[in-house]
């Protein structure tokens, strides 16, 4: 009798710690993943890398929050009035322009820790004297990359690279992904 109580309790006891740890691996899950109803958040970091002869001169940051499903904008610049007719104008924008949405796919066992970007990064800005030559109006220089790519969270992720055609620089596009607890 006392062999069998004692089995019942050990088999008691055992079940209990699996119990727990279902529960602490199932808390551990939801920590990364959204309520439902509610959506998973992410932070976006970019980088606009300059280079020239495969060494970087120049970088600038921009980070934008987003949820999974949404699309997130960033515009930096100066809004240049242009004349079309006597007294009529129409506005360019010159500057920064990054855009993205993220779709969180953890659903398909394929991605693993990613999810699916579509990111367009727009820049202008004026060409400098020399560059503008014998013109009396303002010439302006254009860089764009528009893509969509899978992005394994927390690594970085050149989406994409032009080369500038008025010099040996090349202008690299990076982003990270990592999600918001």
Do not use: H
């Amino acid at each position: 009798m006392l062999k069998k109580t004692i089995v019942a309790a050990t088999l008691v006891l055992a079940m209990m710690a699996v119990g727990r740890s279902r529960k602490a691996s199932a808390q551990e899950a939801s920590a990364t993943k959204a309520p439902d109803g509610e959506k998973q958040a992410y932070r976006i970091d970019f980088s606009v890398n300059e280079m020239e002869d495969g060494k970087k001169i120049n970088a600038r940051q921009y980070s934008m929050n987003l949820n999974a499903g949404d699309n997130s904008e960033i515009k930096i610049g100066t809004r240049v009035p242009i004349e079309e007719k006597a007294g009529e104008f129409s506005y360019l924008d010159v500057g920064t322009n990054l855009w993205c949405r993220l779709k969180d796919r953890s659903d398909q066992a394929w991605l693993g820790n990613a999810v699916l970007l579509s990111v367009r990064a727009e820049m202008s800005n004026f060409a400098v004297p020399d560059q503008q030559g014998q013109n009396m109006r303002p010439l302006l220089r254009q860089l764009k990359i528009e893509a969509s790519t899978v992005a394994q969270l927390g690594k970085t992720l050149v989406v994409g690279s032009v080369d500038d055609p008025n010099s040996k620089r090349q202008f690299q596009l990076e982003v990270t992904a990592n999600r918001l607890r």
